[in-house]
């Protein structure tokens, strides 16, 4: 959805109050870049044109105008949630260029939580004795010892030694347990970590 932004821009002997910047409108293909250098935002045609008499009158340099737009459109990407019109692929680059992201920053406390859920999960699981029942999969409650729960678990659990990134798709995929498995897990009485 497209936003307006206002920011008065300085440049050298020239005040431009309230100039409007709207991002997220237009997106002109033929002169596609990066958001960070202007791409999706607009800019009011009176003010171009006064930097452009600035231009002119000698009072202001192209390369100087040039960087304070960028400067300005800079400050203004976090305000226009510019992140989400980013590119997926660019977004996937840029998180494992930098070690993270909005996206893995925005859910890494949700998935801190989902691991120590987890790791509970699995120390009860390994405690038949003080904990002899789980729930299964809509199927109510069964022993821990119940090959239906015991067919689609693992023999052992080791949490993430960090946290991955979380833009950064791992498929799993469950295998069925086998007996000889099945048997192996019976007598695992204790998980690689607590």
Known sequence: MPSAHKATLRPAGIELQ?????????????????????????????????LLTGIDDGVLKAGDVKDLLLHVVDGMYPRAD?????????????????????????????????LAVAAERWRRWTL??????????????????????????PCSARQPPMMPKLCVPS???RT??????RASCRTTTSPSTP
């Open 82 to 114: 510019c992140w989400r019109y980013e590119d997926d692929e660019d977004k996937l680059a840029w998180c494992r260029r930098d070690g993270t992201c909005q996206t893995c920053d925005r859910h890494r406390d949700a998935f801190a939580e989902s």
């Open 171 to 173: 498929p799993t995929k």
């Open 128 to 153: 038949p004795d003080q904990y002899p029942y789980a729930a299964g999969n809509a199927k109510g409650l069964h022993e821990v010892g119940c090959h239906i729960l015991r067919q689609g678990m």
């Open 18 to 50: 309230e100039v409007e910047f709207t991002f997220g409108s237009s997106f002109p293909h033929p002169r596609e870049r990066a958001i960070r250098e202007g791409y999706g935002f607009e800019i009011e045609l009176p003010a171009v044109l006064d």
């Open 176 to 181: 069925p347990m086998t007996a000889r498995r």
